[in-house]
């Protein structure tokens, strides 16, 4: 009997956890909490399943794109790392159609999911895949992200973001990507990106357990939370990313917003945020 529960166990699981949120997408559907341009929980793979968060977490970092980067509604933004679109949701009624909207993400999943349900409504959207490796994400990915070029000409962008995407990469990937964000930002043009910041005080919290995640495994730059699979969840030296951001050309704009991760109470948002800028 142990036998058969521990072969059955994954599977078991996996189907209370399907039942679980299709239970939750059925009450969802009737309440009418979920709007049209929403995923169901089920597919929200990038995140937190709950479609308050999904919700707040768009229309929080609208606010930042428009107080914080500059915005204007008819900029030409880039999501690197898109997802199923937690972030570009709020983005369909701000800009308008003058501003253009660029995704790309290395999962089908959510560019198929935005391709039917957002471009339809809003041909200034558009969502492509890139079959990038990611050991945690797409570990049959066809390209390295240490080599892979962003499809997008020069200078095209005043807004390049990256949420909770440099969280999942490691360094020379990483640094691929901050010189391929400075090559298609325009001069003057914003980057916004979301990291886990390894510095003094987020150290100590994470010795004394008080930071939400721990990363147990120094790695000299990069911590992470997994030694098998570090893009499980990866944290980046504070000073290795600010020589990172001048090697780079890029200018960040003080103060660097710390996040509630590392358990400050002073705090904008869940993750560290810089937002730099292109001379
Ligand atoms: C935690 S999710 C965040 C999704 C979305 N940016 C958001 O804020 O909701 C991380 C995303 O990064 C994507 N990703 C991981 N490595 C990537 C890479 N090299 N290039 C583009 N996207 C990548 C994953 O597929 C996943 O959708």
Not at 28 to 38: E, H, K, N, S, T
Not at 86 to 99: E, I, V
Not at 118 to 144: E, M, R, W
């Amino acid at each position: 009997m142990k036998m058969i529960l521990k072969k059955r166990a994954p599977f078991l699981l996996d189907m209370s956890i399907n039942m679980y949120y299709g239970l939750k997408d059925f009450s969802d559907m009737l309440l009418q909490r979920r709007d049209p341009l929403i995923p169901s929980t089920r597919l929200m793979f990038d995140g937190p399943r709950s479609i308050q968060d999904f919700k707040k977490n768009g229309a929080d970092f609208l606010e930042y794109f428009i107080n914080l980067c500059n915005l204007k509604p008819d900029g030409k933004v880039l999501d690197v790392g898109c997802g199923i679109g937690r972030k570009t949701l709020p983005l369909t009624q701000y800009l308008d159609s003058n501003g253009e909207y660029e995704g790309f993400d290395i999962i089908d999943l959510g560019i198929n999911w935005c391709n039917k349900n957002i471009t339809s409504k809003y041909p200034n959207f558009h969502f492509q895949k890139a079959d990038v490796l990611n050991k945690y994400y797409n570990p049959n990915g066809k390209y390295k992200a240490s080599e892979y070029k962003f499809p997008f000409e020069e200078n095209y962008f005043d807004l390049v973001f990256l949420g909770s995407v440099f969280t999942h990469m490691l360094p020379n990937d990483l640094e691929n990507y901050l010189s391929e964000v400075f090559r298609v930002l325009k001069s003057d043009g914003r980057c916004l990106i979301s990291y886990f910041l390894i510095n003094k005080n987020s150290l100590a919290s994470i010795q004394s357990n008080i930071s939400s995640i721990n990363f147990q495994y120094d790695l000299e730059d990069y911590r992470t939370t997994d030694i098998d699979i570090p893009e499980d969840a990866v944290s980046y030296k504070e000073s290795y990313i600010r020589n990172l951001y001048q090697k780079h050309y890029l200018e960040i704009l003080e103060p660097i917003n710390f996040g509630s991760w590392s358990g400050r109470d002073d705090y904008l948002d869940y993750q560290d945020l810089i937002i730099a800028k292109k001379p």
